[in-house]
C-alpha cells in the first residue's frame, strides 16, 4: 500500500506578463505618454500608456527581471 501524498501549495510565480502603471510625482497616471521599456537582454519594446497610464502587458517570461522605463519627452 502507498503512503498519501502531501498536497504542496506553489509560492512561485511560473510566468512573468506583466503591465506597468505609469505615474507622475503627485501620483497621477501618466496617460497617453510614449515609452520605451528595454528588458534584461537589452531589447526595446515601444508603446503609448492608455487613459490610466498602463503599459502594454510585456511578453511572457519564466524569470523575474529588471525592466527599464524611458518616457519620451
Request: aromatic share 8%; proline share 4%; glycine share 6%.
Amino acid at each position: 500500500m502507498l503512503a498519501p501524498t502531501e498536497a504542496v501549495t506553489a509560492t512561485t510565480r511560473s510566468a512573468y506578463d506583466d503591465r506597468f502603471v505609469l505615474r507622475d510625482a503627485d501620483g497621477t497616471p501618466l496617460s497617453e505618454v510614449a515609452y520605451a521599456l528595454q528588458r534584461e537582454t537589452g531589447a526595446f519594446e515601444y508603446g503609448r500608456t492608455d487613459a490610466h497610464g498602463q503599459t502594454h502587458p510585456l511578453a511572457s517570461t519564466s524569470n523575474a527581471e529588471n525592466i527599464t522605463i524611458f518616457l519620451a519627452e
